[in-house]
Nanobody
Framework: QVHLVESGGGLVQSGGSLRLSCTAPEFTLDDYAIGWFRQAPGKEREGVSCISMWDGITYYADSVKGRFTISRDNTKNTVYLQMNNLNPEDTAVYYC?????????????????WGQGTQVTVSS
């Protein structure tokens, strides 16, 4: 059973920062690729940032490059998404997910196991 848990969402003003965390109480994240995705109301879920756990290759959506950073702390079994300079277009439910492979792209169909999501709201 793969159980992913996101945390760190909340309400922030435009220009502010948040750090999201993804952990798995009964699963070792550092064996697999992990991705962060988001879904805004009325929009499709999209890949935000993903990291391959074997070689550490990262992917960022164009809309977040230079503002978001994905990282992992294997000692804490946690993957982070540091989000800086947030704007209202970043408002969405953010999910972490894994494909249970060591390397993957950053598209929704590649990922099989998902957390419950955490809400990020950016006010203007």
């Amino acid at each position: 059973q793969v159980h992913l848990v996101e945390s760190g969402g909340g309400l922030v003003q435009s220009g502010g920062s948040l750090r999201l965390s993804c952990t798995a109480p009964e699963f070792t994240l550092d064996d697999y690729a992990i991705g962060w995705f988001r879904q805004a109301p009325g929009k499709e879920r999209e890949g935000v940032s993903c990291i391959s756990m074997w070689d550490g290759i990262t992917y960022y959506a164009d809309s977040v490059k230079g503002r978001f950073t994905i990282s992992r702390d294997n000692t804490k079994n946690t993957v982070y998404l540091q989000m800086n300079n947030l704007n209202p277009e970043d408002t969405a439910v953010y999910y972490c997910a894994t494909p249970l492979t060591t390397r993957a792209g950053c598209t929704v169909p590649e990922y099989d196991f998902w957390g419950q999501g955490t809400q990020v709201t950016v006010s203007s």
